[in-house]
């Protein structure tokens, strides 16, 4: 019996939390599969989404990002006067290819979820100021995928807190 009322609450909490996300963050349909495949991997790796979503006001795709032949930005965060993320960005030109769609959209996620700075400059990863290869990475999906989660600051941080934790 006790079980089940523990039971009931929890579901009871999962709900709650979910009305609250939907009133407070808008996201654009195009992009709920990739940020629920992004949280999955939150997810294995033991990191916690919630409030960093809640935080923020859009994920959006938009037509207002730079697409010009030396000035292309296909995906970006914004910020509010206090230098915290509010707003995550996806140029509407990354629909054209799903692959790059993806690889754009975990690369914004991880800025904000995972406390990521640029890995690189030009690199073949996921953190990359500038991708030399979508399709590259695309090939490499569950290696890059692994790299970004397990050498991510907000993953380094946990595990340095559990060594001392560990240690104490
Ligand atoms: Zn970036």
Redesign the pocket.
């Known amino acids: 019996m006790k079980k089940r009322i523990v039971l009931i609450l929890i579901g009871f909490f999962g709900v709650s939390s979910s009305i609250q996300a939907q009133a407070s963050v808008d996201i654009d349909g195009r992009l709920q599969p990739i940020l629920t495949e992004f949280f999955e991997q939150c997810k294995k790796y033991d990191i916690d989404y919630h409030s960093k979503l809640f935080q923020l006001k859009n994920i959006d795709i938009v037509n207002h990002l730079p697409l010009e032949e030396n000035n292309t930005v296909l ?2 965060v914004s910020r509010d006067e206090a230098g915290e993320i509010d707003n995550i960005f996806i140029n509407w030109a990354a629909l054209l290819d799903s692959e790059i769609l993806k690889v754009v959209a975990f ?2 996620f991880a ?1 904000h979820f995972l406390d990521y700075k ?1 890995s690189c400059q030009d690199c073949e990863e996921i ?1 990359a ?1 500038t991708n030399v290869s979508y399709f590259d990475i695309a090939r490499d999906w569950d290696n890059q995928v692994k790299l970004l989660f397990t050498t991510s600051p907000i993953c380094l941080a946990q595990h340095k807190g559990n060594a001392i934790a560990t240690k104490i």
């Open positions: 995906g970006m690369h914004e800025h640029h953190m100021e």
